[in-house]
């Protein structure tokens, strides 16, 4: 019975062994899969803001020519009723 207890605990600590092994490759797995997703997520975020900046930009330019012109207008209603 010696022999028979001598290779049921062999066969235990190779599955424990196993299991560790088992686990770290998990736990390894799901660092670099969650460090993918905060990658793909990150990139989508700066692709949004990027986005929003631009339309922020146009937006900019279009109320700086509008208020140019605004000003222009302005100046010229000035000029035609101080004579």
Known sequence: MATGDKWRSAAVNA????KAAADRLL????TK???AARRRKLKQRLETTGRVLRAAG???????????VAAGRAELRRKKKKP
């Open 15 to 18: 599955a424990k062994k196993a």
């Open 27 to 30: 736990k390894a797995l799901r």
């Open 33 to 35: 899969a969650e460090t």
């Open 58 to 68: 146009k937006a900019a330019v279009v109320a700086a020519v509008a208020a140019g």
